[in-house]
């Protein structure tokens, strides 16, 4: 059994707004989802199945489902931090391939910027023993990259070439957040944050969201849209495991991405471009690592030099300036993964930054906090 | 830079974890060690992460070294210095490292527990440079 072929993603959509005082996170949600209906040319009467994460207000995806008006015979609420909407593309691949839907509504909406985030799980069994610790994401992914540079040799420099990248793309993106080209010394000369990682190692914070539809293959025939299919997934959660399988500087990726270009068919090195979750730039490194880009430990050679950026690197990335420069809605980065990788499968990139013939992408993510314990989700999506 | 001392938050016990806690209060780290696989783990628990037997929580000598480490340098409580500890007896404690040189800290450098009060409940397990 394999969901290679068996969907396709009929629909991407990515809220405009960065900034949402005035709006309400479900209405967010529904924005979204009234979006993708019209990217696809589908209509809300066309769902019959719906996913959402922990950023979906409510009980599980029953508030959702009842607010926006659908009658679904599937739904999944998986949650896997930023990296849950990457993974729900394969769950409702899944589900059509079973015939439990046929068109698959994925939202996520939120607004950090607007109202107070909180972080933590009261209750999970790690809580008594680690939240007085002052974790926060960004000391998480700190550890991650102290221990890279220590066991590998990577500099700081090699990771500001990451957001070198994601900012050079962002100038085209006349929504992203931080539109200005940057160089390696901006990045070096920005207030460290928690060391080794500066302010500008690390994603924005924005309001927002976005919504997918994942279909059948009638379904995304009958449509006027360019047809993307999934054509593999890969899916992993990590952790310390009592903390005697440590090791802060290869992710969960490391399974997620060689499942995901097995049940293709294919190999990293036939990826046109490439979606690769920056919620901080070592994020970035450890994934091209572990899909597969490089060898473990050659990250910091590998995006250094401009080699991530459209039109002269090797590997395109984040052609929408990702979530260093672009959006990062609701602190959780999979949906814009997904969704630059399906606007350049159909060309509508902007055209300084788009593939040309980009016909394989891999879009990749991880959720939760990769020091910590994290999931991973990697899919590869073909142009047919 | 420097901003007020980080309150520690207290630790909330459940009925499974308490005994770590009242160890805690007398200056002893317990870890659990499986007798059926002869693994230990941390943070301990009831069943064995890698068997699924029942535990023991064993006394830990408390000593070991830095994997890595971040100084968070912004915000409430800034600087105050996440770590892995991995203790000689096997396991990586998600942990801080209390000093008042940050900067001085690095990767493979021994450290040793030291119970830090909380903001109204148990001491935690922070590790100072042995």
Same mark, same amino acid.
């Given at each position: 059994?394999?969901?290679?072929?068996?969907?396709?993603?009929?629909?991407?959509f990515?809220?405009?707004?960065?900034?949402?005082?005035?709006?309400?996170? #479900?209405?967010?949600?529904?924005?979204?989802?009234?979006?993708?209906?019209?990217?696809?040319g589908?209509?809300?009467? @066309?769902v019959?199945?719906?996913?959402?994460a922990?950023?979906? #207000?409510?009980?599980?995806?029953?508030?959702?489902?009842?607010?926006?008006?659908?009658?679904?015979?599937?739904?999944?609420? $998986?949650?896997?931090?930023?990296?849950?909407?990457?993974?729900?593309? =394969?769950?409702?691949?899944?589900?059509?391939?079973?015939?439990?839907?046929?068109?698959?509504?994925?939202?996520?909406?939120?607004?950090?910027?607007?109202?107070?985030?909180?972080?933590?799980?009261?209750?999970?069994?790690?809580?008594?023993?680690?939240?007085?610790?002052?974790?926060?994401?960004?000391?998480?992914?700190?550890?991650?990259?102290?221990?890279?540079?220590?066991?590998?040799?990577?500099? =700081?420099?090699?990771?500001?070439?990451?957001?070198?990248?994601?900012?050079?793309?962002?100038?085209?993106?006349?929504?992203?957040?931080?539109?200005?080209?940057?160089?390696?010394?901006?990045?070096?000369?920005?207030?460290?944050? =928690?060391?080794?990682?500066?302010?500008?190692?690390?994603?924005?914070?924005?309001?927002?969201?976005?919504?997918?539809?994942v279909?059948?293959?009638?379904?995304?025939?009958?449509?006027?849209? #360019?047809?993307?299919? /999934?054509?593999?997934?890969?899916?992993?959660?990590?952790?310390?495991?009592?903390?005697?399988?440590?090791?802060?500087?290869?992710?969960?990726?490391? /399974? =997620?991405?060689?499942?995901?270009?097995?049940?293709?068919?294919?190999?990293? $090195?036939?990826?046109?471009?490439?979606?690769?979750?920056?919620?901080?730039?070592?994020?970035?490194?450890?994934?091209?690592?572990?899909?597969?880009?490089?060898?473990?430990?050659?990250?910091?050679?590998?995006?250094?030099?401009?080699?991530?950026?459209?039109?002269?690197g090797?590997?395109?990335?984040?052609?929408?300036?990702?979530?260093?420069?672009?959006?990062?809605?609701?602190?959780?980065?999979?949906?814009?993964?997904?969704?630059?990788?399906?606007?350049?499968?159909?060309?509508?990139?902007?055209?300084?930054?788009?593939?040309?013939?980009? @016909?394989?992408?891999?879009?990749?993510?991880?959720?939760?906090?990769?020091?910590?314990?994290?999931?991973?989700?990697?899919?590869v999506?073909?142009?047919? | 830079?420097?901003?007020?001392?980080?309150?520690?938050?207290?630790?909330?016990?459940?009925?499974?974890?308490?005994?770590?806690?009242?160890?805690?209060?007398?200056g002893?780290?317990?870890?659990?060690?499986?007798?059926?696989?002869?693994?230990?783990?941390?943070?301990?628990?009831?069943?064995?992460?890698?068997?699924?037997?029942?535990?023991?929580?064993?006394?830990?000598?408390?000593?070991?070294?830095?994997?890595?480490?971040?100084?968070?340098?912004?915000?409430?409580?800034?600087?105050?210095?996440?770590?892995?500890?991995?203790?000689?007896?096997?396991?990586a404690?998600?942990?801080?490292?209390?000093?008042?040189?940050?900067?001085?800290?690095?990767?493979?450098?021994?450290?040793? /527990?030291?119970? $830090?009060?909380?903001?109204?409940?148990?001491?935690v397990?922070?590790?100072?440079?042995?």
């Amino acid at each position: 059994m394999t969901i290679r072929n068996k969907a396709y993603i009929a629909g991407a959509f990515e809220h405009p707004t960065r900034l949402a005082p005035d709006k309400s996170t #479900p209405q967010l949600h529904a924005e979204c989802a009234a979006g993708v209906l019209a990217d696809a040319g589908l209509s809300l009467q @066309d769902v019959d199945g719906y996913f959402c994460a922990g950023d979906a #207000p409510g009980f599980g995806g029953m508030s959702m489902i009842d607010y926006l008006g659908l009658k679904v015979r599937h739904t999944d609420s $998986t949650e896997t931090g930023g990296s849950s909407y990457i993974l729900h593309v =394969s769950h409702a691949a899944q589900a059509i391939a079973a015939g439990h839907c046929s068109v698959a509504l994925i939202t996520l909406a939120g607004r950090p910027r607007s109202e107070p985030f909180t972080r933590g799980r009261p209750g999970a069994p790690e809580e008594a023993f680690e939240s007085w610790a002052g974790g926060t994401t960004h000391n998480s992914y700190g550890m991650c990259a102290a221990r890279h540079m220590y066991e590998h040799g990577t500099t =700081s420099e090699q990771l500001a070439w990451i957001k070198v990248a994601a900012s050079t793309h962002a100038q085209y993106n006349p929504h992203a957040m931080l539109r200005d080209v940057v160089t390696v010394e901006d990045v070096l000369n920005s207030p460290m944050i =928690s060391d080794p990682l500066h302010r500008l190692d690390c994603c924005v914070v924005s309001d927002g969201g976005g919504a997918l539809l994942v279909v059948a293959p009638e379904v995304a025939k009958s449509l006027k849209r #360019p047809l993307v299919a /999934v054509r593999g997934a890969g899916e992993a959660v990590k952790g310390p495991r009592g903390g005697m399988n440590l090791d802060l500087t290869t992710s969960a990726a490391a /399974v =997620s991405g060689p499942a995901a270009f097995a049940e293709a068919g294919c190999a990293p $090195t036939d990826m046109k471009y490439a979606s690769i979750y920056d919620s901080f730039t070592i994020t970035v490194l450890i994934q091209l690592e572990d899909l597969g880009f490089c060898r473990k430990g050659e990250g910091g050679r590998f995006v250094a030099d401009g080699n991530l950026i459209s039109g002269t690197g090797k590997l395109p990335f984040n052609t929408d300036g990702g979530g260093l420069c672009n959006n990062h809605p609701m602190n959780r980065g999979g949906i814009t993964k997904v969704i630059e990788a399906v606007r350049q499968l159909r060309g509508e990139a902007h055209p300084a930054v788009q593939v040309p013939n980009c @016909d394989l992408a891999v879009a990749t993510g991880i959720g939760g906090s990769l020091g910590v314990r994290h999931g991973a989700a990697t899919l590869v999506l073909e142009r047919q | 830079m420097m901003s007020e001392p980080r309150k520690i938050p207290a630790p909330r016990p459940n009925v499974e974890n308490q005994r770590f806690f009242d160890a805690a209060a007398r200056g002893i780290l317990l870890i659990g060690q499986c007798d059926a696989c002869g693994r230990p783990h941390y943070y301990p628990r009831a069943l064995c992460p890698f068997c699924m037997a029942e535990t023991r929580w064993v006394e830990s000598a408390g000593k070991g070294e830095i994997h890595s480490l971040s100084t968070m340098r912004r915000g409430a409580g800034a600087p105050y210095t996440l770590a892995y500890v991995t203790l000689d007896e096997g396991p990586a404690v998600l942990t801080n490292i209390a000093t008042d040189d940050p900067d001085s800290l690095h990767i493979g450098q021994r450290v040793a /527990v030291t119970f $830090t009060p909380s903001d109204g409940g148990p001491p935690v397990p922070m590790f100072a440079p042995a």
